[in-house]
């Protein structure tokens, strides 16, 4: 039972435009989301979380934004670039859980030039 | 950021052969790492969460038995695929965990990619 989910398996988006990353969850008792870019062959790399107390979190061109009732989060990049191009995971962990995260299963971002 | 390294990077083995891979915390001590896997378009599995000193946590489904995970020093935990199969071939993760820092945060390794002939 995947309790986090990346519904859309691939994005494809002009240079320049927004990048709009979507992520769905069943486990209410996740407080804490957190977005992860790969590369091909590659360990993930940490870009952005989000606590449960808050509906938005920014950093430069990445912004989450967390809809609670909807268990329901995305990422947005603006303007995208062709760098950014990789697999993004979603994660999410619950408090007290040891700092274990659960991983949707990605999506591929192409940002064409 | 913090860096987590694997060794080795690549390894192609015989069916019943036993793998050892290394995950290593360079510039941290990290009392707890991770161990995921990651087959082709799927998510990271959590396989297991290793802490120092003691044993590891094993998730649901993964035979304790087949992957040994010794987690000997604070910068050094290891994961050995006993008897490995082709069906144990797979992206092996590994990640740490910095005390002091965010309670969700982890810092990966670059992975280590198994193949079992």
């Known amino acids: 039972d995947q309790q986090v989910k990346q519904n859309s398996p691939s994005l494809s988006v002009q240079e320049g435009r927004i990048s709009i990353l979507n992520c769905d969850y069943t486990?209410?008792?996740?407080?804490?989301f957190l977005w992860y870019k790969k590369y091909p062959a590659e360990g993930p790399t940490f870009l952005i979380s989000i606590s449960s107390i808050k509906d938005k979190n920014e950093d430069g061109r990445f912004t989450v934004f967390l809809n609670k009732s909807a268990k329901h989060l995305s990422l947005h990049i603006v303007p995208s670039q062709p760098g950014d191009s990789a697999v993004y995971f979603c994660?999410?962990?619950?408090?007290?859980?040891?700092?274990?995260?659960?991983f949707g299963k990605g999506i591929t971002l192409s940002v064409r030039p | 950021g913090a860096v987590v390294s694997q060794h080795p990077s690549w390894v192609i083995c015989k069916s019943g052969t036993s793998v050892k891979i290394e995950c290593r915390s360079l510039?941290?001590?990290?009392?707890?790492m991770f161990w995921y896997r990651q087959f082709p378009k799927q998510s990271l599995m959590l396989m297991a969460t290793?802490?120092?000193?003691?044993?590891?946590?094993?998730e649901q489904g993964v035979e304790k038995d087949k992957f040994l995970i010794n987690h000997a020093s604070l910068t050094l935990s290891t994961l050995t695929v006993t008897s490995a199969h082709p069906e144990d071939s797979s992206f092996y993760i590994c990640?740490?965990?910095?005390?002091?820092?965010?309670?969700?945060?982890?810092?990966f390794g670059p992975g280590t990619r198994l193949t079992v002939l």
């Open positions: 290793s802490n120092e000193g003691s044993k590891a946590t094993y």
């Open positions: 990640s740490a965990r910095r005390p002091g820092g965010k309670d969700n945060e982890q810092f």
């Open positions: 994660a999410a962990s619950a408090y007290g859980a040891n700092s274990k995260l659960t």
């Open positions: 486990n209410s008792m996740f407080d804490y």
């Open positions: 510039d941290f001590q990290a009392t707890t």
